[in-house]
């Protein structure tokens, strides 16, 4: 079956460390995006990506940074730089016009210690 | 830019009865998408109901069901016979139709709803 997949699930860090998210996703979508859940709180778009090699920043890029070198592929780095880095992360992926929604993947929680 | 307002962080319902979320938007294109998504305490996001802009006729996904109102940019979910796996926080969305380089989501901040037994 089709799907997004994050990696890992849970992740601890200890504070000074960069630390990278993994997503992928195998449904062609060309479109991929990280946001970001504080706890109660709404999602703020990080990094985006409509096409490889190509990205863009988000609302909140300060302190990370994403590649996109395969279609499938979208991975997230939590640098040094993140002051506040723990925090819920979501991938997500979509299909580039017709409206479609978004896919999720289920999340990685991040705790830095 | 376009924006997305719901103005309810919190709501609750008594089970089997029905509840309606609000929502706002703002833009200037006049062909776009928006969306309803579910986030149970599993935090994963559920894609609840979408709606095309150009097409008068409400979207409706079996309890759950819009009421969307172009002209004054409203796009509200109405969930029937609520149940208790309708706790959730859910956000409402916008999706230009126009494909440019720019092209994402944009999320409201989300309602609460608490599903009283």
């Known amino acids: 079956d089709g799907g997004i997949t994050q990696s890992p699930k849970y992740l601890f860090r200890k504070e000074g460390q960069n630390v990278t998210l993994s997503c992928e996703q195998n449904l062609n979508h060309d479109a991929m995006y990280w946001y970001r859940q504080d706890p109660g709180q709404g999602l703020r778009l990080i990094y985006y990506?409509?096409?490889?090699?190509?990205?863009q920043k988000g609302d909140i890029a300060e302190g990370y940074s994403v590649s996109r070198e395969k279609k499938e592929s979208f991975p997230l780095t939590v640098t040094s730089a993140q002051k506040n880095p723990t925090a819920f992360y979501l991938c997500?992926?979509?299909?580039?016009?017709?409206?479609?929604?978004?896919?999720f993947g289920s999340g990685t929680r991040l705790t830095v210690v | 830019a376009q924006t997305v307002t719901q103005s309810q962080p919190e709501m609750s319902v008594q089970e089997a009865e029905t509840v309606t979320l609000s929502c706002t938007y703002d833009t200037s294109e006049s062909d776009y998408y928006l969306f309803w998504y579910k986030q149970p305490p599993s935090r994963q996001m559920i894609l609840v109901i979408r709606q095309e802009a150009y097409k008068q006729q409400n979207a409706t996904e079996n309890r759950f069901s819009v009421n969307f109102q172009k002209a004054a940019k409203s796009f509200s979910l109405k969930i029937s016979d609520s149940q208790l796996g309708d706790a959730a926080m859910y956000f409402c969305a916008y999706r230009s139709a126009y494909m440019n380089r720019d092209d994402k989501i944009i999320f409201g901040k989300g309602t609460r709803l608490h599903i009283l037994p």
């Open positions: 990506s409509q096409i490889v090699n190509d990205f």
């Open positions: 997500a992926s979509s299909i580039r016009q017709g409206g479609g929604g978004y896919t």
